[in-house]
């Protein structure tokens, strides 16, 4: 019943500096004054209904205790021989305790009639909400089914856990990888119409891949895509040369480090945040804030990479948690792709120069796959794929499509008016 009031809060205490901004407070107020309403006049409904209930079971139970106490002095004027007083005072003291008894059967229907619901959520995102299926795991699942029927024992519940493949505790040394689209289609939905139509393309190790396109073109689909976060429901994808259905995936989504465009830090230390599983040494810590430019700022902390980051990063810049992100990629095993969501969308151009020059250096070695948001973020990427209503338009080198005046990634140019556009031009000498 809360929750309305406390997405209220967490919402406000996210976007505070903007509602400060732009002077909206009240507002916020207003709409937090709506939710109290509600919630409190449920509470106000519930105390009532309380009351309610508790003169009537209080009336119930005198009725009962008037009646038992009135059969037992009616019987013991009329059969004083028979009639024992020990079982009037008996029924009497067991009247007058029904009160209770009754108020706590009632209360106890309604707590279970309350929890009944996060019951029914669990069922329902365990039994109606479609899994992710892994790959060789239907038949452990078919013989773990097949030994519950088989045995009398009670089976309250199974964890069916993906073994790790060689690949999963590779050495850290990078092995970029290779990727192909070959006429790949894909829809969220089956009866709603595709997203991907025909998708084809090949990214060959250590490429620097730029994605552009305007909104829906597509783009961020295509990562979907390659995690299996979404099923494809034509064509075929190759990671390294092996289809991506034979991978498991957990042994797939290895391959790929994720940088989003909200970075993500927790609340712990430096070293918790670049490496959550502690599998790498304090010296490559140290060597992978280096790479990203790090190094200087964490030094400057007393504790070194033991100094705390607060919930959500809020002890650094909006540039530094994503550089530490970037850390954070430089030092997940396995992992030869990189891929960026708009990972500079919300920053300025300063600091995206700067980030885009770690990717350049620090990521030498790993195939990289930007959703752009901005052009200059890809000028000086190696190819530039052209999204348009879920099929690759254009593909080429940036100067190519730069130059071309009737392409469409030429008009994105032109976009950005002469002086985005010389800037631009720029880049690519």
Known sequence: AHSPVFTLLEESLQGQCTIAAYGKT???????????DVVYSALYMQNVSNRWLGVRLEFASCVIIFLVALIGVTGKMKWAATQKTGMVSLSLTMAMTLTETLNWLVRQVATVEANM???????????????????????????????????????????????ASPTSTA??????????????????????????????????????????????????????????????????????GRDIGAYGLRELRRQFSMIPQDPVLFDGSVRLNVDPFLEASPAEVWAALELVGLRERVASESEGID???????????????????????LLKRGSGFILMDEATASIDPALDRQIQATVMSAFSAYTVITIAHRLHTVAQYDKIIVMDHGVVAEMGSPRELAERPDSIFSGMVEALGNRGAKEFHHLLL
């Open 26 to 36: 009240h507002l916020v107020l207003q709409e937090a004054l709506k939710r109290l």
């Open 117 to 163: 619901n996060s019951v029914e959520r669990v069922l329902h995102y365990t039994r109606e909400v479609e899994h992710e299926e892994m790959p060789k795991m239907r038949d452990l699942v078919a013989k773990l089914e097949r030994k519950r029927e088989g045995t009398a024992a009670d089976v309250t519940g199974t964890v069916v856990i993906e073994p």
């Open 171 to 240: 050495p850290h040394p990078v092995q970029a990888g290779s990727l192909v689209f070959e006429d790949v289609r894909m829809r969220y939905r089956e009866g709603l119409p595709l997203v991907l139509r025909g998708v084809s393309f090949q990214i060959a190790p250590r490429e620097k891949v730029g994605v552009v396109g305007r909104t829906g073109s597509g783009k961020s689909t295509l990562l979907l895509t390659f995690m299996r976060m979404v099923e494809v429901c034509g064509g075929a994808i190759r990671v390294n």
């Open 307 to 329: 100094s705390r980051v607060l919930e959500g990063g809020s002890n650094y810049s909006v540039g530094q948690r994503q550089l530490m992100c970037m850390a954070r990629a």
